[in-house]
Structures are given as C-alpha cells and as structure tokens.
C-alpha cells in the first residue's frame, strides 16, 4: 500500500502565495507521474499539474504562469508553488501518484487524502 500525505494548505489572502507538499511512502519501485488534482464544491476534480519521473511539467491553462509544479525524486515528494491566488483558486486540493511496485511491473495509482486551500477576496 502506498501513502500520500499532503501538508501546505491552508487561507491566504487573494495575491497570495502557498505552497503544497506531498510524500509518497510505502511500497515504491518508481513513480511515473505525480500530479495536483482540485476539486472546489460541487463541483468535478480537475487536474491542476502533473509532472513526469523526466520532470516534465504539465499545467492547467487556468494556473499556468501562477502555479509551478515540482518534484524530487529522492524524496518521492511533489510541490506546488502557488502564486497570485485567485478566490477561484479556492478548493481541496489532492495529489496523485501513478506508481510502480517492481520493475516493469503495472502501475498502480494513489490519492492523498487532501488539503484545503481558501484565497480570500
């Protein structure tokens, strides 16, 4: 079983900066890919960021120029600086992990448990 755990939520003015942590930790082989997922209510979890084992990024259009996704790889852990928060950036905030338990094994995925994020107008 592999455990993402998130932490760097929290209330921010609009303008703001945050950023996310998330620590992957179980049984890893490798990590193909970590991402940011939101999901404000009522409505559908969109991906916010993702970036690959390579550390290509990948970004929503609504964040790209604001947001900066990363990872280090020795550490299994992804973060997401967060700059010039919008109210609309408001919403919980998961990270995802597409992971491997041997070599050339399948990949399996994992969700954090989520953190809240709150930009105040």
């Known amino acids: 079983q592999v455990q993402l755990v998130e932490s760097g939520g929290g209330l921010v003015q609009a303008g703001g900066s945050l950023r996310l942590s998330c620590a992957a930790s179980?049984?890893?082989?490798?990590?193909?890919?970590m991402g940011w997922y939101r999901q404000a209510p009522g409505k559908q979890r969109d991906l916010v960021a993702s970036?690959?084992?390579?550390?290509?990024?990948n970004y929503a259009d609504s964040v790209k120029g604001r947001f900066t996704i990363s990872r280090d790889n020795a550490k299994n852990t992804v973060y997401l600086q967060m700059n010039s928060l919008k109210p609309e950036d408001t919403a919980v905030y998961y990270c995802?992990?597409?992971?491997?338990?041997?070599?050339?094994?399948?990949?399996?995925?994992?969700w954090g448990q989520g953190t809240q994020v709150t930009v105040s107008s």
């Open positions: 995802n992990a597409k992971y491997r338990r041997k070599w050339s094994g399948p990949a399996f995925g994992s």
């Open positions: 970036i690959t084992s390579g550390e290509n990024p």
């Open positions: 179980g049984s890893i082989f490798s990590i193909d890919a």
